[in-house]
């Protein structure tokens, strides 16, 4: 079964809105990594948070793990239409063989 | 080669056909994997390669499914007797050695079974 929850499934925003997809898992993650795969695309990842209240950036997008490793989000400030595309976030749930389980992703459609 | 390169791009089988999907990793990645994409769903696990072996393999629906990696680099995923159900984007990746460390896809194998 799922290990880690997305939501919402759908968003649409106009360009230049913000926009945010929740994580969250009932148990403590290990790490979280993120990935985004654009329309007829294949997932490319983003970034691997570790640390309890870890916060990193990249451009206009924020990555953030929770305090108590259960839950990570992922903001876009200021959307553009090469944002479109499905979220997905992914953990290994601690496990030394690398397999990796992924949510079932946030769908990101911005408008112009 | 520069990223994970796998073949065919689209295959079109007929049920109870078999079926081979080729992934040619990054060069120097030990680790490889096999998922596969519904639409709508996130990537589903069936097995993972370090080296040459299979080190989990519990995401394999069932024994139809087999995938070999024989020299530890190429991967073949192999489907006997396919069915309607297998219908899917089969997904390689690979990365520096497993946990912790971010997968590197290449761009899927559509298999639609007829």
């Known amino acids: 079964g799922q290990q880690v929850m997305q939501i919402p499934q759908y968003q649409h925003v106009q360009e230049g809105e913000d926009f945010t997809t929740y994580c969250n898992s009932s148990?403590?993650?290990?790490?979280i990594q993120w990935y985004k795969q654009r329309p007829g695309g294949h997932p490319v990842f983003l970034i691997q948070?570790?640390?309890?209240?870890e916060v990193k950036k990249q451009k206009r997008l924020t990555f953030q793990f929770g305090e108590a490793k259960k839950n990570s989000s992922l903001h876009i400030t200021a959307t553009q239409t090469t944002d479109v595309g499905t979220y997905f976030c992914?953990?290994?749930?601690?496990?030394?063989?690398?397999?990796?389980?992924f949510g079932r992703g946030t769908q990101l459609t911005v408008w112009p | 080669g520069a990223g994970v390169s796998q073949t065919p791009s689209n295959k079109v089988t007929e049920k109870g056909k078999y079926v081979e999907l080729r992934c040619d990793p990054i060069?120097?990645?030990?680790?490889l994997y096999w998922y596969r994409q519904s639409l709508g769903q996130g990537p589903e696990f069936l097995i993972y390669?370090?080296?040459?072996?299979?080190?989990?393999d519990s995401g394999l629906p069932n024994d139809r499914f087999f995938a070999v990696r024989p020299e530890g680099s190429v991967s073949t995923l192999k489907i006997q007797r396919t069915e309607r159900g297998d219908s899917a984007v089969y997904l390689c990746?690979?990365?520096?050695?497993?946990?912790?460390?971010?997968?590197?896809f290449g761009s899927g194998t559509r298999l639609t079974v007829v």
């Open positions: 990746a690979s990365s520096v050695q497993g946990q912790g460390y971010g997968y590197t």
């Open positions: 148990t403590t993650l290990s790490n």
């Open positions: 948070l570790v640390k309890s209240g």
């Open positions: 992914a953990t290994d749930r601690g496990s030394t063989l690398g397999r990796l389980y």
């Open positions: 060069s120097g990645h030990t680790a």
């Open positions: 390669f370090q080296g040459t072996g299979a080190a989990d």
